[in-house]
């Protein structure tokens, strides 16, 4: 039976942390998977439960953390070379960039015979500087020829790492998407709903809007709060706004709402309906997407969403920014209305054509569920990766 190392940056809320535990659990028996990750960021919600719900035990590494630290990243690469000797796998998969650095050099002066690595977005735009975004290009190139092969989870980043960033030759990567378990998203719709509305005293008649994600500078939630700010005097509906998660930028952010005149408040309160609710991060995210009326996201890069995938299966309308692989995610007009990076007036205007029109709401909720079912399951996951494993170790 061939042996998979698995190595992802932390278990934090996202797509790489299902990938992986739905890769380690469900690629058995045909392999024997052994996963292990990194120190959580404290500004971010601990999604362990994601992998121990399945059965899984991660080994966690406490030195692989988000930042970047000379003397904790040697400990950690040690500390993987240690775990590479003791396991002996065949393959050494690293997910998302930390990882990624670590264990594949870990791997390669290993000689494993098979290193993947899968991007879950990259820090080429937006991010750092120019000087910077350079530099991890170039630490980039490197790995990618210590690599066997590099999975994409989209096209469009599959383009941009072969043709924009020049990462690798378009022949070294697989298109690979995100997979998950959206069952969930469909059972009970009608008590969830029930049950979020009343826990935030929404009325029937009142348009919920959420956003979902880290709250830190790439998701661009100033963009979003500036929306709100620019339809408020627009619209005759009544409007409750939902910020879902937590990160570094939350006081910024609320210090910004503040700014624009927004109520704002971080509790469940019976008496006062202000216009924000920070909800900080919600496990049951299927509740939260049952219970609004819009999903909203705003971020100056993705790779692929899980929000928007979730919102989808939750058959709900999504307002976006057009960045990273989101055309592969959602159907342009068919399920999302897309505005361009950062363009708050194009963003303003789709966000309020949703509000005030029901019968858009409808029409984009209509084919949501039937575009991410079979897209975006985790058996179409496991399946092309299994089938990718193979052929590699074949080679």
Same mark, same amino acid.
């Given at each position: 039976?061939?042996?998979?190392?698995?190595?992802?940056?932390?278990?934090?809320?996202?797509?790489?942390?299902?990938?992986?535990?739905?890769?380690?659990?469900?690629?058995?028996?045909?392999?024997?998977?052994?996963?292990?990750?990194?120190?959580?960021?404290?500004?971010?919600?601990?999604?362990?439960?994601?992998v121990r719900d399945l059965g899984l035990e991660p080994i966690i590494i406490p030195e692989m953390r988000r930042a970047l630290?000379?003397?904790?990243?040697?400990?950690?690469?040690?500390?993987?070379?240690?775990?590479?000797?003791?396991?002996?796998?065949?393959?050494?998969?690293?997910?998302?960039?930390?990882? @990624?650095? !670590?264990?594949? $050099?870990?791997? *390669?002066? =290993?000689?494993?015979?098979? &290193?993947?690595?899968? /991007?879950?977005?990259?820090?080429?735009?937006?991010?750092?500087?120019?000087?910077?975004?350079?530099?991890?290009?170039?630490?980039?190139r490197y790995l990618a020829k210590k690599s066997s092969t590099i999975i994409a989870i989209s096209e469009i980043q599959k383009?941009?790492?072969?043709?924009?960033?020049?990462?690798?030759?378009?022949?070294?990567?697989?298109?690979?998407?995100?997979?998950?378990?959206?069952?969930?998203?469909?059972?009970?719709?009608?008590?969830?709903?029930?049950?979020?509305?009343?826990?935030?005293?929404?009325?029937?008649?009142?348009?919920?809007?959420?956003?979902? @994600?880290? !709250?830190?500078? $790439?998701?661009? *939630?100033? =963009?979003?709060?500036?929306? &709100?700010?620019?339809? /408020?005097?627009?619209?005759?509906?009544?409007?409750?706004?939902?910020?879902?998660?937590?990160?570094?930028?939350?006081?910024?952010?609320?210090?910004?709402?503040?700014?624009?005149?927004?109520?704002?408040?971080?509790?469940?309160?019976?008496?006062?309906?202000?216009?924000?609710?920070?909800?900080?991060?919600?496990?049951?995210?299927?509740?939260?997407?049952?219970?609004?009326?819009?999903?909203?996201?705003?971020?100056?890069?993705?790779?692929?969403?899980?929000?928007?995938?979730?919102?989808?299966?939750?058959?709900?309308?999504?307002?976006?920014?057009?960045?990273?692989?989101?055309?592969?995610?959602? $159907?342009?007009?068919?399920?999302?209305?897309?505005?361009?990076?950062?363009?708050?007036?194009?963003?303003?205007?789709?966000?309020?054509?949703?509000?005030?029109?029901?019968?858009?709401?409808?029409?984009?909720?209509?084919?949501?569920?039937?575009?991410?079912?079979?897209?975006?399951?985790?058996?179409?996951?496991?399946?092309?990766?299994?089938?990718?494993?193979?052929?590699?170790?074949?080679?």
């Amino acid at each position: 039976m061939p042996k998979v190392l698995r190595i992802i940056n932390r278990f934090n809320l996202g797509g790489p942390t299902y990938n992986a535990a739905y890769l380690t659990k469900y690629l058995a028996p045909e392999f024997e998977t052994l996963l292990i990750g990194g120190a959580i960021d404290e500004t971010e919600g601990n999604s362990e439960f994601i992998v121990r719900d399945l059965g899984l035990e991660p080994i966690i590494i406490p030195e692989m953390r988000r930042a970047l630290n000379p003397i904790m990243d040697y400990k950690a690469y040690k500390k993987i070379k240690n775990i590479i000797k003791e396991f002996n796998p065949d393959i050494v998969h690293t997910h998302a960039s930390k990882a @990624g650095a !670590l264990g594949r $050099i870990a791997a *390669h002066n =290993l000689k494993v015979p098979v &290193i993947i690595h899968t /991007f879950h977005g990259h820090v080429f735009d937006a991010y750092f500087s120019k000087t910077s975004s350079t530099f991890y290009k170039n630490i980039e190139r490197y790995l990618a020829k210590k690599s066997s092969t590099i999975i994409a989870i989209s096209e469009i980043q599959k383009f941009d790492l072969a043709h924009k960033y020049n990462i690798c030759p378009e022949d070294k990567i697989e298109v690979i998407p995100l997979g998950f378990d959206l069952t969930r998203f469909q059972e009970n719709t009608n008590e969830k709903r029930d049950k979020f509305r009343r826990e935030y005293n929404i009325s029937d008649d009142e348009i919920a809007i959420a956003i979902i @994600g880290r !709250l830190v500078p $790439i998701k661009n *939630h100033e =963009l979003f709060l500036n929306a &709100i700010k620019n339809i /408020f005097p627009r619209t005759s509906k009544s409007l409750r706004i939902f910020i879902v998660g937590d990160g570094e930028s939350r006081q910024s952010i609320q210090e910004k709402a503040t700014e624009l005149k927004l109520s704002v408040t971080d509790k469940i309160v019976e008496s006062t309906k202000n216009l924000i609710t920070f909800t900080s991060w919600i496990k049951e995210v299927d509740i939260v997407i049952a219970g609004v009326d819009i999903i909203a996201l705003t971020s100056l890069n993705e790779g692929t969403p899980v929000s928007l995938i979730e919102a989808q299966a939750g058959s709900r309308p999504i307002v976006s920014t057009n960045v990273g692989g989101i055309e592969n995610v959602v $159907i342009p007009g068919e399920t999302a209305l897309l505005s361009d990076n950062n363009d708050l007036s194009g963003f303003s205007e789709n966000l309020l054509s949703l509000i005030n029109n029901d019968i858009l709401r409808a029409k984009l909720s209509v084919n949501s569920w039937n575009h991410v079912r079979e897209k975006f399951h985790y058996t179409r996951l496991v399946n092309d990766t299994r089938n990718l494993y193979f052929k590699l170790l074949k080679q």
